[in-house]
């Protein structure tokens, strides 16, 4: 393809030209002759110094040594300057300390923000104030944190003295004592290695956590009080939340309670309901078996003109038409005491449990086809009866409503059925 290329491109191919040889300037050193071979340095021994005329080392002071030797320093300087101070401090000779000195109150830890009006307002609750005397810094006119408060009683020192300790104002919790430079003797401040507090003795192996105006166990036992006060308080949550959930679950039993009491209520409703559907229902079905034996009767009337056919007696045991319908007799289902009993059962039954209720149906069933049975056994030896002795009673006479329906109920093509199922059988032609 390179052939094809025009020559200005393919002179950008073409390789360069070789580097051209250049004689070196001078040997390399492994081919270098020298004229003196390497030696040792004692030739040089005789050149050295005497080791006694020698000065002795110097050693360098390292960083720690250095920190340690200003640091002692500092205490030498500082300890001179309270020697000083301690010479000149007389508290009873102080012109800044005016007024009756066990009536005056040290407060410390002040915030630098706070106010005179601010420390007037919150100590002149323990009673009235003669005087406060905020301390300033000399150089910078800035406050120290520290102030006395002169009250014109001395009860209500005591008072503030305790009960005002530990106080926050502005965010801060202030140290409450008594002056102690005036009534304390051989008492020094803590610029002049005085004071309570432990909090600036040396290194964290000497210095105490917590500085006041007394020991160490006034705030161990504020810590103590502290964490007491805190599982109290939980003990207390823990109380809370168990009386809450045995309030819940209280309330979810009631409510449980409330809806078996409404769905029981609702059930029984519906038994009232079906009750009174049955009771309808039976009455309609007795009224329909009362209408279709009267037809029935009516329809063997009507075709028993013939001379060897029986004609039902007049004085028979036959229902009157005109009594009110559903009403059979002594024995039949819709009788008034059978009535009276069925409304006691259902009375006592409502009381009754699910299963024992259920228990009364099946017994009302099985007494209901017994007592069917019986009005059957008895509507059949009738019949036999009045077929042998020639009378004219069919057999339904007698019977309960029960056993005239499952009589009623087989019915021939022609109408005529053997004695045993409730109907006299066409008599044979002689």
């Given at each position: 393809m390179t052939q094809f290329l025009p020559p200005n491109l393919l002179a950008l191919f073409a390789p360069r030209d070789p580097i051209p040889y250049l004689p070196p300037l001078e040997k390399l050193p492994h081919e270098k002759h020298h004229n003196q071979p390497y030696c040792g340095i004692a030739p040089y021994i005789r050149e050295f110094e005497d080791p006694r005329d020698a000065p002795p080392p110097t050693r360098a002071e390292t960083r720690e040594e250095r920190m340690e030797r200003k640091r002692r320093e500092k205490i030498e300087r500082r300890q001179q300057e309270v020697e000083t101070e301690l010479k000149m401090w007389d508290p009873h000779n102080d012109p800044n300390a005016q007024g009756d000195a066990f009536k005056t109150l040290f407060v410390a830890?002040?915030?630098y923000d706070t106010t005179e009006s601010k420390l007037r307002r919150e100590f002149e609750v323990y009673g009235p104030i003669k005087r406060i005397h905020m301390?300033?810094?000399k150089r910078s006119g800035k406050p120290r944190g520290y102030a006395f408060i002169e009250y014109e009683h001395e009860r209500d020192m005591h008072s503030a003295y305790k009960h005002a300790d530990g106080k926050k104002i502005d965010g801060?919790?202030?140290?409450?004592?008594?002056?102690?430079?005036r009534t304390v003797k051989g008492w020094r401040p803590r610029r002049l290695g005085g004071g309570l507090g432990g909090t600036r003795r040396g290194g964290a192996d000497v210095n105490i956590r917590h500085s006041g105006r007394d020991d160490t166990s006034r705030y161990d036992e504020r810590d103590r009080d502290r964490d007491r006060e805190r599982e109290r308080r939980e003990r207390s949550r823990e109380r809370d939340k168990e009386r809450e959930r045995r309030r819940s679950r209280s309330r979810d039993r009631r409510r449980r309670s409330r809806s078996r009491d409404k769905e029981e209520r609702r059930r029984s409703r519906e038994r009232s309901k079906d009750k009174d559907r049955d009771r309808k229902r039976r009455s309609?079905?007795?009224?329909?078996?009362?209408?279709r034996e009267r037809e029935r009767k009516e329809e063997l009337r009507g075709s028993g003109g013939g001379g060897d056919m029986a004609e039902p007696s007049e004085a028979g045991d036959a229902p009157p038409d005109d009594?009110?319908?559903?009403?059979?007799?002594?024995?039949?289902?819709?009788?008034?005491?059978?009535?009276?009993?069925?409304?006691?059962?259902?009375?006592r039954r409502s009381h009754?449990?699910?299963r024992e209720r259920r228990r009364d149906r099946e017994r009302e069933r099985d007494r209901e086809h017994k007592r069917g049975e019986r009005g059957g056994e008895r509507g059949r030896d009738e019949a036999r009866g009045g077929a042998g002795g020639g009378g004219q009673d069919n057999g339904l006479e007698g019977l309960g409503s029960d056993g005239r329906d499952m009589y009623m109920e087989s019915e021939g093509g022609d109408g005529y059925l053997a004695p045993e199922n409730g109907y006299l059988m066409e008599a044979a032609p002689e």
């Open positions: 830890r002040v915030n301390v300033y810094s801060r919790r202030v140290l409450v004592d008594v002056e102690r430079g309609s079905r007795s009224r329909e078996r009362a209408r009594g009110p319908p559903g009403e059979l007799g002594p024995d039949g289902p819709d009788g008034p005491e059978e009535k009276g009993r069925d409304r006691d059962r259902e009375r009754r449990s699910d």
